[in-house]
T-cell receptor
Framework: GAGVSQTPSNKVTEKGKYVELRCDPI?????LYWYRQSLGQGPEFLIY????????DSGLPNDRFFAVRPEGSVSTLKIQRTERGDSAVYLC???????????????FGPGTRLTVL | KQEVTQIPAALSVPEGENLVLNCSFT??????LQWFRQDPGKGLTSLLL?????REQTSGRLNASLDKSSGRSTLYIAASQPGDSATYLC????????????FGKGTHLIIQP
């Protein structure tokens, strides 16, 4: 089947605008993760969903960031009042099960490159 | 807080050489460790996953080992090829989903033809 898909692949916006980034996980994967990767760095965790609920949002940098997964499949990362420092690649990953389940390998999408001017 | 370090940060070797990439982590209470490959401008491709109860995993020319008690993992690449050129990332899962994966900064590998 298809892998994790993310849209758009690139997003350019102006400072202060609102953006939405979409992630479509692998079918049947219950766990979904969002990460952010800055140039030259490894990805940093933002938020984790198990089913429809955000099981852990401790990585969200501030209250301008919010994510939803209303039907337990597709997820949207929402950023309000964007700032230049939000420019990065936003990666989504999914796994069939949670850590320690034996089905916890995470599969990543191609990412959305966000540029805030 | 878990921290992951990868050494070296960059490596350039001639084609055909065997090489080792190193990863260390500060908290040995992990569920698993994954090695990823990232090509420029692309997402992450999972190479190998080692569960905490395992010592190594192999896939083709790749072999990854895990020494959880000492907080170390190595990725061994045999008979390197120019197509192996990429950034290799090590990541550990410490929290049952919580905190997601903690990544190192990666090793940028260049295989010279």
């Amino acid at each position: 089947g298809a892998g994790v898909s993310q849209t758009p692949s690139n997003k350019v916006t102006e400072k202060g605008k609102y953006v939405e980034l979409r992630c479509d996980p692998i079918s049947g994967h219950t766990a979904l993760y969002w990460y952010r990767q800055s140039l030259g760095q490894g990805p940093e965790f933002l938020i984790y969903f198990q089913g429809t609920g955000a099981a852990d949002d401790s990585g969200l940098p501030n209250d301008r960031f919010f994510a939803v997964r209303p039907e337990g499949s597709v997820s949207t990362l929402k950023i309000q009042r964007t700032e230049r420092g939000d420019s990065a690649v936003y990666l989504c990953a999914s796994s069939k099960g949670t850590s320690g389940s034996g089905e916890d390998e995470q599969f990543f999408g191609p990412g959305t490159r966000l540029t805030v001017l | 807080k878990q921290e992951v370090t990868q050494i070296p940060a960059a490596l350039s070797v001639p084609e055909g050489e065997n090489l080792v990439l190193n990863c260390s982590f500060t908290d040995s209470a992990i569920y698993n460790l994954q090695w990823f490959r990232q090509d420029p401008g692309k997402g992450l491709t999972s190479l190998l996953l080692i569960q905490s109860s395992q010592r190594e995993q192999t896939s083709g020319r790749l072999n990854a080992s895990l020494d959880k008690s000492s907080g170390r993992s190595t990725l061994y690449i045999a008979a390197s090829q120019p197509g192996d050129s990429a950034t290799y990332l090590c990541a550990v899962d410490s929290g049952g989903g919580a905190d997601g994966l903690t990544f190192g900064k990666g090793t940028h590998l260049i295989i010279q033809p």
